[in-house]
T-cell receptor, first 115, second 116 residues
């Protein structure tokens, strides 16, 4: 069985400072991992995905995530926060279970960006 | 063209009514999903369909029933609506399992259902 834990329900940073959103996963097999972003009253947009080609994954809007198998982590980072980054962020694990594909979402991290 | 579209965007209805939410994808994907997002933003899968066959049903009340007339559509019917059904419902689609696990799911804009 797979699960995802987002360690912070709420993160607040100042504009221009680094962002770190933490995600740990549990999976029976080699997982595929994703980060999605949800802006207020909007749908979910893919930020980036881990494809096993490289452990450091670059996404849209300057976000990156590093897959660390030994730590079962897939933390999301950005060097410099922008006001438009304020949103809800979801870490997602994808796995095949008895021939079916299952996507499991973390509980979400709300990112606030202060001016 | 919107990849995954769902209608309506907002739905306000009284307890006990029956309502439907429609979803269509134009991506040629084999798998479609319905997710429920509660007031705390937690996303929980309700159903998924792969080539018109239900493959996941996550302990959802039988008042909820997915209906897929074809591969591009997965509609959600809800009977005898209750106050606790108020939430945002998201439709999504993705390639099937044979395409690999690292293919992402595409989400609709959501339907905000309010039961009064």
């Amino acid at each position: 069985a797979q699960s995802v834990t987002q360690l912070d329900s709420h993160v607040s940073v100042s504009e221009g400072t680094p962002v770190l959103l933490r995600c740990n996963y549990s999976s029976s097999y080699s997982p595929s991992l994703f980060w999605y972003v949800q802006h207020p009253n909007k749908g979910l947009q893919l930020l980036l995905k881990y494809t096993s080609a490289a452990t450091l994954v670059k996404g849209i809007n300057g976000f990156e995530a590093e897959f660390k198998k030994s730590e079962t982590s897939f933390h999301l980072t950005k060097p410099s926060a922008h006001m438009s980054d304020a949103a809800e962020y979801f870490c997602v694990v994808s796995e095949v279970d008895t021939g079916r594909r299952a996507l499991t979402f973390g509980s979400g991290t709300r990112l606030q960006v202060q001016p | 063209d919107t990849a995954v579209s769902q209608t309506p965007k907002y739905l306000v209805t009284q307890m006990g009514n029956d309502k439907s939410i429609k979803c269509e994808q134009n991506l040629g994907h084999d798998t479609m999903y319905w997710y429920k997002q509660d007031s705390k933003k937690f996303l929980k899968i309700m159903f998924s369909y792969n080539n018109k066959e239900l493959i996941i049903n996550e302990t959802v009340p039988n008042r909820f029933s997915p209906k897929s007339p074809d591969k591009a559509h997965l509609n959600l019917h809800i009977n005898s609506l209750e106050l606790g059904d108020s939430a945002v419902y998201f439709c999504a689609s993705s390639p099937g399992v044979t395409a690999g696990l690292n293919t992402e799911a595409f989400f609709g804009q959501g339907t905000r259902l309010t039961v009064v």
